[in-house]
Structure formats: C-alpha cells, structure tokens
C-alpha cells in the first residue's frame, strides 16, 4: 500500500516522525486555525485536527482540516464514531480526499456525558475497529461497506488510537492487535508520563512483532502548571500521571512551573527514543501549539527531513 501521505513517507523512509494538534474553534472564526497552524508549520509531518473532542461543540473536523491543507500543512483528518452512521462517514472520507487530505485517525469519541450536550444520543453505529476496516476496504478494494464499487476510492493513510494505561492492561496489547489486524497503518498513543508502564507495554507489543505491522506513534504532552499535573492525574479517565511528576512540578516557583513542564516533556521523548518499536512522537500541545517547536528543538527533532 502507497498512498500520497507525507507521515506515511516519513515513516517508511525509517525517520522518525513528528504529529502535533489542532484544535477548531467552538465559532465559525477560522483564522483561529490558521493562526495555530502557523504555529506547526515545518514543524511537524502531520497536524490532527480534533474531531468534537472531549463531546463538546466545534467547528467540524472537516472544514478545519481544508483550512489547514490551504495553509500547506498536512492535517489528520480525525473521525469519530459518536457522532456518525457508517453513511456520513463515508460521505466525509470521500469529502477528505476529494480535497487532498490523505491521512485519517479512527475514533471511538469521549461519551457525550463529558460534554456540554449529556443529553445527545451517542451513534457508534458501527465502532473503531469496524471503521478501520470500513476504510481500508474503501481504499484497498473500492468499496463502500454496503459493497457498491467506489469511483475514485480514497487512499487514507489510517491512524488508529491505543491507550497503554487503560485497565485492564492486559488486555491493552490484545486490542491493539485488533485495530492493526482491522488496517490500522499507525497508532497514536495517549499522552505517556508513566514511561516505565508503557516500556512494560511495549515489550508486548513487541513479542507479539506488532511493532513491525504498524507504526507507533508515542503520545506526549507538556504541562503548563502543577494544577494541569494534578488535573491530569486526577480528572481525566485512563491517564497514568506518577506522583513524582506533580512532585516535580511542585518544587519549582509558579513562574518556572511552565519551563519545567516542557523540560520533563523533552527528557521523556529522550527516553522514549530509545525503545524499541517507537517510530515517532505525536505532541499533544493542547492551546500551547507555539511550544511545540520549542520541544522539537531540543529533543532533536529538527529539521524535519525531507521525503
């Protein structure tokens, strides 16, 4: 499989890659997206343009994802199944490409119960696993999932999302295994502060050789303050933050909390380059798109390469 994806080129030319994150506005003011993108300009191989997330109200990932592609950017055109029938997705994967956008991510969605309409009805008509596979046949066979051929069939480069922390752990490598059997071309981690539990899940992903069916993307996030230490590690379902970091992030004035958030983010990508499997870093700078390069220098990420 080839598709016209920068990532998947960065990827298979043996670099590793880089991914960062953009959020659409919660209004119709799209030089918001312009404005951050500018930000990951040349920065980055692949911007995700977030798809409703946390269930809350946004400008579509759609529309973003066109406005990032005018830019000159690469966006990662995410998809969730919370919120469309297998007919909308498809409707809009065809929309994507028609548009040049070559590179997806596979959603399930946070529950509408986490966002500002509880009272909206979850769809998952069809779940992530099921729409990885649903894509991959629409690029591989030219085929809608109800069987018709396709004219034209999109050639997604297709991410899927794995979260090492969630419980029950065990079962962490296992549904991985899932999404990659299902088509899934690469995986974006959550964001990890726990680097010991993840290498504990890389070791099964490697014995199982998952590691070479897929690329791995490791999810990393820097903390603004204590207080987004603290709310990470107590608020936000299926994050694994140590105690030793909010520690860390303590013992340092309030004015230096913010430095010291991206030097830990900076030592863990350090650490995380040597692990065995990890073929990239998706850099989930949420409102703080302007640090991201700051990160890419000093861990050594930069000049993105050329492919």
Same mark, same amino acid.
């Given at each position: 499989m080839k598709t016209e994806s920068r990532l998947e080129k960065v990827l298979a030319a043996g670099h590793l890659a880089v991914t960062s994150e953009c959020g659409p506005p919660r209004g119709t003011n799209f030089d918001e997206v312009v404005r951050k993108s500018k930000y990951l300009e040349g920065i980055v191989d692949a911007v995700n343009v977030t798809d409703n997330q946390t269930a809350m109200v946004r400008m579509s990932s759609l529309a973003a994802s066109i406005i990032i592609k005018q830019q000159g950017l690469n966006p990662l055109f995410q998809v969730t199944c919370r919120d469309r029938n297998r007919l909308a997705m498809q409707a809009d994967i065809l929309g994507a490409y028609a548009f040049g956008i070559d590179t997806m991510l596979c959603l399930s969605g946070d529950h509408t119960k986490f966002g500002d309409h509880p009272m909206a009805m979850n769809v998952h008509d069809i779940d992530s696993i099921q729409m990885i596979q649903m894509v991959k046949d629409m690029r591989d066979k030219g085929l809608f999932q109800g069987g018709a051929d396709i004219k034209g069939p999109?050639?997604?480069?297709?991410?899927?999302?794995?979260?090492?922390?969630?419980?029950?752990?065990?079962?962490?490598?296992?549904?991985?295994?899932?999404?990659?059997? !299902?088509?899934?071309?690469?995986? *974006?981690? *959550?964001?990890?502060?726990? /680097?010991? &539990?993840? =290498?504990?899940?890389?070791?099964? /992903?490697?014995?199982?050789? +998952?590691?070479? &069916? $897929?690329?791995?993307?490791?999810?990393?996030?820097? $903390?603004?303050? +204590?207080?987004?230490?603290?709310?990470? @590690?107590?608020?936000?379902?299926?994050?694994?933050?140590? #105690?030793?970091?909010?520690?860390?992030? !303590?013992?340092?004035?309030? =004015?230096? #909390? @913010? %430095? =010291?958030?991206?030097?830990? $983010?900076?030592?863990?990508? %350090?650490?995380? &380059?040597?692990?065995?499997?990890?073929?990239?870093?998706?850099?989930?700078?949420? %409102?703080?798109?302007?640090?991201?390069?700051?990160?890419?220098?000093? @861990?050594?990420? +930069?000049?993105?390469? *050329?492919?």
């Open positions: 999109p050639k997604m480069f297709i991410g899927a999302a794995a979260n090492p922390f969630a419980d029950p752990f065990e079962l962490r490598v296992m549904r991985l295994a899932k999404k990659i059997a !299902a088509g899934a071309d690469f995986i *974006q981690t *959550q964001c990890i502060f726990n /680097v010991d &539990k993840f =290498e504990k899940w890389m070791e099964g /992903v490697r014995e199982k050789g +998952l590691h070479k &069916k $897929c690329y791995i993307l490791a999810g990393v996030t820097p $903390c603004k303050s +204590l207080g987004a230490a603290r709310y990470m @590690a107590n608020r936000v379902p299926g994050m694994d933050v140590p #105690q030793e970091i909010v520690d860390r992030m !303590a013992s340092v004035p309030k =004015e230096k #909390q @913010a %430095e =010291e958030g991206l030097t830990i $983010c900076v030592e863990t990508i %350090e650490r995380l &380059k040597k692990i065995e499997g990890v073929a990239g870093f998706h850099i989930m700078a949420i %409102e703080w798109e302007e640090k991201v390069e700051e990160i890419c220098e000093r @861990a050594g990420l +930069l000049p993105r390469p *050329q492919v």
